[in-house]
């Protein structure tokens, strides 16, 4: 049981380039969401997902896009990278809201932009 | 929006000695209290929660935390220290709507 997996683990990008982290899970979980973690400043939610087909907003989303077209995957878009994007991102998920429900991590991606 | 604030950036304890990894909180209403563990190139683990009942909470790894209303105030301990207890911890609170709002984390170091 794999729990979440993300992928790639670590990439470099140029600012102004273009990617995309994936996200997946095998626990059949409904909520699905990406932090990005920074040093000092803990934790921060970008988007979150209730459900295939939905997306919401976070506390840091400009600059990101999000997609949830499969239940199991949840996909996070930098369409034109820049260095203050340099994070390292996690992805999680959960059975019911986060609020109340315990979150299960993925090991994270490191992302840095040159 | 609900907050909480972990006032120490690192904790240094000898092993076998106990620990103490502060947390406070700022919420309206009840709060949902969450602990999680960070160690090194993983992810967050869970460690426990208080959603209500018993103000101690008992958790993995033989964690526990005390839920103080009054001091609000979520801190988590353990009674005796090990050196795999070395992580990064996090205090989290839930917020309105669906998520979790997160402390700054807490370095825990454990020397032998």
């Known amino acids: 049981n794999a729990g979440v997996t993300q992928t790639p683990k670590f990439r470099v990008l140029k600012t102004g380039q273009s990617m995309t982290l994936l996200c997946a899970q095998d626990?059949?979980?409904?909520?699905m969401y990406w932090y990005r973690q920074d040093p000092g400043m803990g934790l921060r939610l970008i988007h979150y997902?209730?459900?295939?087909?939905?997306?919401a907003k976070g506390e840091v989303p400009d600059g990101y896009n999000v997609s949830r077209l499969k239940k199991q995957n949840f996909l996070l878009g930098l369409e034109s990278a820049a260095p203050s994007q340099t994070s390292v991102y996690f992805c999680?998920?959960?059975?019911?809201?986060?609020?109340?429900?315990?979150?299960?991590f993925g090991a994270g991606s490191r992302l840095t932009v040159l | 929006a609900q907050s909480v604030a972990q006032p120490e950036d690192q904790v240094n304890v000898a092993e076998g000695n106990p620990l103490t990894v502060k947390c406070t909180y700022s919420?309206?209403?009840?709060?949902?209290l969450f602990w999680y563990v960070q160690y090194p190139n993983r992810g967050l683990q869970f460690l426990l929660k208080?959603?209500?009942?018993?103000?101690l909470v008992k958790g993995s790894y033989g964690f526990e935390a005390e839920f103080n209303k009054s001091q609000t105030s979520f801190h988590l301990k353990k009674p005796s220290a090990l050196v795999s207890d070395s992580a990064l911890y996090f205090c989290?609170?839930?917020?309105?709507?669906?998520?979790?709002?997160f402390g700054k984390g807490t370095s825990l170091l454990v020397t032998p």
């Open positions: 208080y959603i209500t009942g018993d103000n």
């Open positions: 997902s209730v459900g295939e087909g939905t997306t």
């Open positions: 626990m059949n979980h409904e909520y």
């Open positions: 919420v309206s209403g009840n709060p949902y």
């Open positions: 989290a609170v839930r917020d309105t709507g669906y998520a979790l709002n």
């Open positions: 999680a998920s959960s059975n019911g809201p986060s609020g109340a429900n315990v979150l299960t």
